[in-house]
């Protein structure tokens, strides 16, 4: 069946299992790097157990899926793949990539320019701007939405139109999106990332990343990336994070819908100054700032003071306090909600609030 017709509830749960009479109903963990009688080396050529999730985030996302060792990883074959010239990125975003991509410019690899990313015109002129500088096809626009820590969203779909139009590539970082929430490559977007070390594994127990494509030079730019940079996920992480894809759907739901309760009623907490929540992801910003942010982070005792997110248990952190995030108010909390009862998050929240 074509998976084009297919819901992403039913894709996540059958796409990348084998086929045929007797075949196992999970992609075994194939623990090899060597092959008998064969070309073929796991660096160079994969393994089924990667091409099993590979096969899945591809039918979700709509193209061909590469995985990596992590989410860092794919970012950085992205650019190894695509070697930009002018890279225009939101001006917050996440911190590694943006540390990447400065180093890249200190080492004079590339330029970086950054732009309000939710300034969807300004956005534009500036990426018209460095192509008259650099050429449309040196010049790569790299949007994160929504972004960590603020929340901000992108016109993903008019920016990668437009994008295309003129010939400039775009790579979507959907980490805090998932599949669920966005598909960009259906707006055009080149490539389309996610840290599947986040929603999709869902565990908090494995890292990895991947990048999916509709083109197939882009594609293989990608494995060239992998196989050069040695950026190879494990098998035992590819298994776990399709095992966690299959959840994503309900996970994505579940967690979406306490996150929306949360910032309800964290808008009408008299200690809170703002509360934004795209799908299961929360941000807000507490009036008492870095001292009161950080005694609520301290108080939690459901939630749990962690930098990582996309578990199915609920994590936070104030994000100011990393050198990277200096820019980010030193009031405001990330969180990441999980699938926990939604009462007893907020009375563990509330609770740290009155802390
Ligand atoms: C938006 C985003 N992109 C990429 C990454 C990097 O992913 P990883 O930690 O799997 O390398 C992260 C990690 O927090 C992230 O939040």
């Known amino acids: 069946m074509n998976p084009e017709n297919l819901s992403p509830r039913t894709i996540a749960v059958s796409a990348g299992r084998p086929t045929g009479d007797g075949a196992p109903i999970n992609q075994p963990i194939v623990l090899a790097s060597n092959f008998r009688n064969a070309p073929d080396y796991a660096r160079t050529d994969g393994t089924e157990s990667w091409q099993a999730l590979e096969e899945a985030v591809g039918a979700l996302e709509g193209g061909r899926c590469v995985s990596f060792s992590s989410g860092q990883g794919v970012a950085s074959a992205i650019i190894?793949?695509?070697?930009?010239?002018?890279?225009?990125?939101?001006?917050v975003s996440y911190l590694g990539v943006r540390k990447l991509l400065d180093?890249?410019?200190?080492?004079?690899?590339?330029?970086?320019?950054?732009?309000?990313?939710?300034?969807?015109?300004?956005?534009?002129?500036?990426?018209?701007?460095?192509?008259?500088?650099h050429g449309a096809d040196k010049a790569l626009l790299w949007i994160e939405s929504p972004t960590n820590p603020t929340l901000d969203?992108?016109?993903?779909?008019?920016?990668?139109?437009?994008?295309?139009?003129?010939?400039?590539?775009?790579?979507v970082d959907s980490t805090f999106a998932t599949p669920m929430g966005q598909r960009a490559l259906r707006d055009?977007?080149?490539?389309?990332?996610?840290?599947?070390?986040k929603f999709i594994g869902g565990h908090s127990d494995l890292m990895i990343g991947l990048a999916c494509t509709t083109d197939d030079a882009v594609h293989d730019a990608l494995i060239e990336a992998r196989t050069f940079v040695g950026a190879t996920p494990g098998a035992l992480e590819a298994f776990l994070a399709l095992r966690g894809l299959r959840t994503l759907p309900i996970r994505y739901e579940a967690s979406m819908r306490n996150a929306t309760e949360l910032a309800t009623r964290l808008r009408a907490h008299p200690a809170v100054e703002w509360a934004k929540n795209v799908g299961p992801m929360l941000s807000f910003i507490l009036k008492g700032g870095a001292v009161a942010a950080d005694r609520?982070?301290?108080?939690?005792?459901?939630v749990v003071q962690a930098t990582s997110l996309g578990g199915v248990e609920s994590t936070m952190e104030r994000r100011q306090k990393y050198a990277g995030d200096a820019h980010v108010n030193p009031g405001l909390i990330r969180m990441s909600v999980g699938i926990e009862d939604v009462e007893d998050l907020w009375s563990d929240l509330s609770a740290a609030l009155a802390s």
């Open 80 to 91: 190894f793949a695509l070697r930009p010239r002018v890279v225009v990125m939101p001006t």
């Open 103 to 133: 180093l890249m410019q200190i080492r004079e690899q590339l330029t970086v320019v950054q732009v309000g990313i939710t300034d969807t015109a300004n956005v534009l002129a500036e990426v018209e701007r460095q192509t008259v500088v």
């Open 153 to 171: 969203e992108a016109d993903v779909t008019a920016l990668c139109a437009a994008a295309a139009r003129a010939g400039v590539r775009t790579a």
């Open 188 to 197: 055009g977007a080149t490539v389309v990332m996610h840290s599947g070390t």
């Open 296 to 302: 609520a982070c301290n108080a939690v005792r459901v």
